[in-house]
């Protein structure tokens, strides 16, 4: 069975930084994604990656400020936040697929194209 686990989230300032990780076991991820759930709203799509060449898709509130990489050999991915905001504040979710077979740019973003999930970490934005 895989799992994904998280860790990194935490409290900063406005203007600040942090990374967060997610590793694998169980299973060989080939595309990741994040996804976030500010407080009372939705889950949201944040950023995600694919493949050897690690292609990434990012939602347009985060491009430029965040980025996302996978590490193969130890079967994770990081995303690196930068220049946080208040509206970046939510529990962020880790997402992987393990199948041979890569989604295509449009579904990247889709919730539904990753099978496995993490329990989630907290991003608390100070101003």
């Known amino acids: 069975q895989v799992q994904l686990v998280e860790s990194g989230g935490g409290l900063v300032q406005t203007g600040g930084s942090l990374r967060l990780s997610c590793v694998a076991s169980g299973g060989i991820i080939t595309a990741w994604a994040w996804f976030r759930q500010p407080p009372g709203k939705e889950r949201e799509f944040v950023a995600a990656v694919r493949g050897s060449g690690g292609n990434t898709n990012f939602a347009d509130s985060v491009k430029g400020r965040f980025t996302v990489s996978r590490d193969k050999p130890n079967n994770a991915q990081y995303l690196q936040m930068n220049s946080l905001v208040p509206e970046d504040m939510a529990v962020y979710y880790c997402?992987?697929?393990?199948?041979?077979?890569?989604?295509?740019?449009?579904?990247?973003?889709?919730?539904?194209?990753?099978?496995?999930w993490g329990q989630g970490t907290p991003v608390t934005i100070s101003s």
């Open positions: 997402a992987g697929r393990d199948r041979s077979s890569l989604p295509i740019w449009s579904e990247m973003s889709n919730p539904r194209t990753y099978d496995y």
